[in-house]
């Protein structure tokens, strides 16, 4: 058997306008712990979607090896046949049924067709005893944590003899000790002959655990690191991971900035169901007119959910903190307080909550400013059409007419009427999440027109992307935000991808705001 | 020959292409049944079935079944079902009948306390669903043991009879002694005129503000056709005994409905909520509120609705009204309404309730035994909803919609967000 469990050579993966593999070089030898590290967006969860057989065989270019022989996956069965399983971030268990049922779930113990229960608890009390877990299997998954829950999924892997493990962020929900626990266990497997693939943006737990680094950036791999031999750094990494030139993606901007007129002080959000869990914690941030202000971090850092707790408390529960604009403070119950108040919040996920898609443009672009459209609580139909129709040119809206669908349309030109939407209801303050995400380069670059003639008129926008580069070529100030802390802020002069990827990955954040001025 | 490609002219056959499958398919299925109907009826019986009298029957006998659809499409709509209808019209219907025998009220007293507890219902109904969030599907199947069972306890398994002018909102054609014929013709003949002025008009703006939507030729044949058709039918009950009291209810109903769903703040609500309640609540709509009020409108109507069936049936019976909120929910589907809610109109509900009348009646006239006419029917259900599906498949392109997000987690997925995924993979992702 050769030393390598796994090569993938050449991988190329193209999406429609969108190249998100470009001969990608992974090996991973037999028995070790590999991490695959790199920004939002470098490709890594693809990567892994074309080594699982989400994408079957022939979907991309390129040649996959996996324990000596060519492996052409067509599906996740033939992948799971062979031996390779992926645990998600986002864990696929069903909360409702118990351990031990979740573990043997699509793989149930039978004995002439009938499940034996007998089987399936006596397997699964081997398999938990095997990662550490000292529950009743017959309790149920949603009554016990997120870590035991993903022990429970590792349990699961090693139900189909699973010869290499793919984890997913496995501790971006965790805790501390939790997380601890489950690199131990990965440590403990591979003593077993397990390898692992970790997918992190933790650098420090990366680096504790991995025998080798492989480093993607923008859908190729840069390098492969030996932790040992090669002395790898945090710094080295990072320098890896964004080592790249701002290119001329961005409109020219002069900023007229003024004052600051939104405030939000010591704001604390605790998750909607399960309420002890502090997902945002004492973030302050202001805003001043005309300003573009930033929010960088990774994944589950809080950001999303501290701009939907304050426009309107649309998400989280046992909310604390205040908001305040031009110094008065508000009382934001709902979205209609928040939109009246003068925010407006242009969601990540435009098709579940930017946009009706079954409706067309008049509906959309309208709204939310339908109030100003009516008297009395009838619609002026003709005020509607003219005002759609005057925001489809105004935003260039790339669709035949008003009539057409919003889902018949183009990720970028969604957008657009997203933005339209809430511009119609003349915000003071715009967030917007991710506003350029799925979208191609040519409407990139219309958006950011939209969003300078937005602060030009002395609104102020707050942005978030997991970009770094368009945070840095968008924003006069950024903020960093990790583990529901804001861990700092930059501003236009002093920021870069390492300083910003420094505060994005601090792991405790109990020291408090680091300023850099 | 080289001047042949000149530009295409857009041909009727074009514009009848353009013209919008969803909106008036049903209109179209429903004047082909009657023909259909006439055509076996001529055949095998010898006699006509597209008559005024049959007409104005179909009116009679499916006029509460129409008042209730047109309250179960704003429900639908909303993203909601309303099982209890046909008790709640019973319970109604029967306090209308105690009201007017035993307490003595005159008729209209009767018909307020009757839609004034359907709304007051719709309240307790509402408050549940909207406000505690439990699923309209559980509260209004309790509510449907819950109205039926008051129904009895108020009528004590009793059957009261109910006579003069409350009967007459049921099946009357007159007013004050004067016949509603020559009002019918002129209501018909005005309808209309305003219909075509509208229609100019409203096309006239939409030029002016530069966004024509349908073609020249396509909005001619709507207009004249629909024109057309409300002159023909003013003239069809004219001839016979003129529109009844009900059908010009039924009239003011669909006029109002169809003006609070399509011109008011509150009905686009209705439909924002039920299209995708998530972005909806984000845009600042009051999910709950509108909700609330839409089970309330629901209550009132399903009142009403028992008043008629009542003077109808000349008595209030603890019977009354049973599997009603089934044909009610029929006829919104067949009218068009989404099963995942956004989408429908009132006109639709009407159309589909009267294509139901119309089968039904059309089969009993042929001599088929209503267990076939209930078979039929529930194929025209199912069909009407095949039709939807596919004609939502035809619209979006079709491929293959994967029922499971393939694989969460991964900016990279972001990259491809406007792309549709090729739906190969999606029976396993959820269980990997």
Known sequence: MSEDILRMRGITKRFPGVLALSGVELGVKRGTIHALVGENGAGKSTLMKVLSGVYAHGDFEGEIEFDGRPAEFRNIRDSEAAGVVIIHQELALVGELSIAENIFLGNEQKKRGVISWDRTNAEAVRLMAQVG????????????????????????????????????????????????????????????????????????????VADQITVLRDGKSIETLDTVGDGVTQD??????????????????????????????????????????????????????????????????????????????????????????????LALRNVPDAIEAGLAYATEDRKHYGLHLDYDLRENFTL??????????????????????????????????????????????????????????????????EPTRGIDVGAKYEIYELIHKLVDQGKGVLMISSELPELLGMCDRIYAMSAGHITGQVDREHATQEELMRLMTLETASGGEEQRQ | MSTVQNKPRPSLLDALRNINLRAYGMIIALVLIMILFQVLDVALQNQNFITAQNLTNAILQNSYILILAIGMMLVIVNGHIDLSVGSVLAFCGAVSAIALSHWDLPWY?????????????????????????????????????IFRGLTLKVLDAETIGTSGTFNSLASGYDVLGADLRLPTLVLGILGAALFVFFQVRGRARQAKAGIVGSSQAAWLVKTVLVAAVIVVAAYTFYSYKGLPIIGW??????????????????????????????????????????????????????????????????????????????SAIASSFIGGASVTGGVGTIIGAVIGGLVMGIMNQGMTVL???????????????????????WNKKRSTGGGNVPLVGITPGGSGEAKRAATPDSGKEPEKASTS
């Open chain 1, 236 to 329: 080295r990494l990072i320098k890896a991971m964004v080592g790249r030139d701002l290119e001329h993606l961005f409109p020219p901007h002069e900023p007229k900035i003024g004052k600051v007129f939104f405030e939000v002080k010591d704001w604390t959000v605790h998750h909607p169901e399960q309420r002890h869990r502090v997902i945002v914690n004492g973030a302050s941030l202001n805003v001043a007119r005309g300003e573009i202000v930033g929010l960088a971090g990774i994944m589950g850092a809080g950001r999303t959910e501290f701009a939907m707790s304050v426009f309107g408390r649309s998400w989280g529960s046992n909310i604390s903190g205040t908001v305040e604009l031009d110094g008065k403070p």
């Open chain 2, 109 to 145: 007293l009767a018909v307020l306390v009757a839609v004034g507890l359907g709304a007051l219902i719709g309240v307790w109904q509402g408050f549940w669903i909207a406000y505690v969030r439990i699923p309209a599907f559980i509260v209004t199947l309790a509510g449907m043991l």
């Open chain 2, 249 to 326: 209810i039924l009239l003011a109903l669909v006029m109002l409905f169809t003006f609070i769903a399509n011109r008011t703040v509150f009905g686009r609500h209705i439909y924002a909520g039920g299209g995708n309640e998530k972005a909806a609540l984000l845009s600042g709509v009051k999910t709950k509120q509108t909700t609330f009020w839409v089970f309330v409108i629901m209550g009132a109507l399903s009142g009403l609705a028992g008043v008629i069936v009542t003077a109808r049936l000349h008595s209030a019976t603890p019977g009354a009204g049973e599997a009603l909120e089934l």
């Open chain 1, 368 to 433: 939310p400013g339908l109030g100003k459209l009516s008297k009395r609580g009838v619609v002026d139909q003709d005020k509607v059409n003219l005002v759609s129709e005057r925001l489809r040119k105004d935003f260039g809206v790339k669709a035949p007419s008003v009539y057409q669908l919003a889902g018949n349309l183009s990720g970028g030109n969604q957008q657009k009427i997203v933005l339209g939407k809430w511009v119609f209801t003349e915000p003071e303050l715009l967030i917007l999440d």
């Open chain 1, 133 to 208: 877990l000292q529950d009743n299997p017959a309790t149920l998954v949603e009554k016990i944590g997120v870590g035991k829950q993903q022990l429970v999924e590792i349990a699961k892997a090693l139900s189909k003899d699973v010869k290499l493990l793919i984890l997913d962020e496995p501790t971006a929900a965790l805790n501390d000790t939790d997380s601890e626990n489950l690199l131990d266990l990965l440590r403990q497997l591979r003593e077993e002959g397990v390898t692992s693939i970790i997918i992190s943006h933790k650098l420090g737990e990366v680096l504790a």
């Open chain 2, 367 to 389: 001599g088929i035994a209503t267990d076939t006419v209930q078979v039929v029917l529930g194929l025209v259900v199912l069909a009407a909803v095949l039709f939807d599906v």
